[in-house]
């Protein structure tokens, strides 16, 4: 299985090791081919709202240098793993929204990729568990297409994994381990229905709306959009 994992924590600490331990589980499992990226080192810079790629090919991002490796893995991958703390505002880091706004031309709303209708996904996330954190993470996925959406949440009640009393520790990591090898054997599904309902609408406002010679008109029609859902 092939498997992109996002790191959305700038140290090496709960996020680091709780992911450890859930990838170190999936290698259990079977055979891995991972890609890794740490954030904000491997995009360090954040997105500045010049909508290029809302209105003509993702190339013309002027942060495509960080952008590409990080499309070209998720657009292979099988699995993509998003772990990360949750930082004040029930939210995630800076550094993790930033990759969700660089890649957003991959909503339905404006040119979803068919190769993300077959993915499933994993959300980890540390600190207060924060239920807003992972529900809107899990709504950037679902607005992808992304096929299925896996989630676990870890109340840690503190800043480091060894102040975990043992017994609740040692809890946590068998959930862990439970949560991954679950995750490892995911069969891959047709999208739900409410993917299918998403998709149906956006073809409809675009197809209505939009004109030939206009992106993302042109991206639908080149695929093949207009006439059969890519799933
Ligand atoms: C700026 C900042 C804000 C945070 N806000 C919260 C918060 O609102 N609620 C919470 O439970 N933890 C909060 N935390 C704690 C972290 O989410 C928690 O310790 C997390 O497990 C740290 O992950 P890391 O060790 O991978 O960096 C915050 C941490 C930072 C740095």
Redesign the pocket.
């Known amino acids: 299985m092939k498997v992109v994992v996002f790191n959305g924590?700038?140290?090496?600490?709960?996020?680091?090791?709780v992911t450890k331990v859930f990838m170190d589980e999936l290698a259990k499992c079977g055979e891995l081919e991972l890609s890794e990226f740490s954030f904000p080192k491997d995009l360090p810079e954040f997105c500045i709202g010049c909508q290029n790629c809302l209105r003509g090919p993702r190339e013309n991002c002027p942060h495509k240098t960080y952008v590409d490796p990080i499309y070209e893995a998720v657009m292979e991958a099988d699995a993509l793993v998003f772990a990360t703390?949750?930082?004040?505002?029930?939210c995630m880091?800076g550094s993790m929204k930033t990759l969700f706004d660089h890649l957003a031309f991959m909503e339905m709303t404006i040119a979803p990729r068919k190769e993300i209708f077959q993915k499933k996904s994993f959300i980890l996330t540390?600190?207060?568990?924060?239920k807003q954190n992972i529900r809107i993470m899990k709504s950037c996925l679902t607005n992808w297409g992304v096929n299925r959406v896996r989630y676990f949440g870890?109340k840690?009640?503190?800043?480091?994994?060894d102040k975990i009393p043992g017994k609740r520790r040692m809890r946590l990591e068998r959930t862990i381990r439970k949560r991954a090898r679950r995750f490892y054997h995911l069969k891959k599904r047709s999208p739900s229905i409410k993917t299918r309902m998403k998709f149906l609408i956006n073809r409809s406002v675009i197809s209505r709306f939009m004109h030939e010679g206009n992106y993302p008109y042109d991206y639908w029609k080149d695929n093949g959009y207009f006439k059969k859902m890519p799933l």
């Open positions: 924590s700038p140290r090496i600490g709960n996020t680091y090791t703390p949750h930082y004040g505002a029930s880091p540390t600190g207060s568990a924060s870890i840690m009640y503190t800043n480091k994994w």
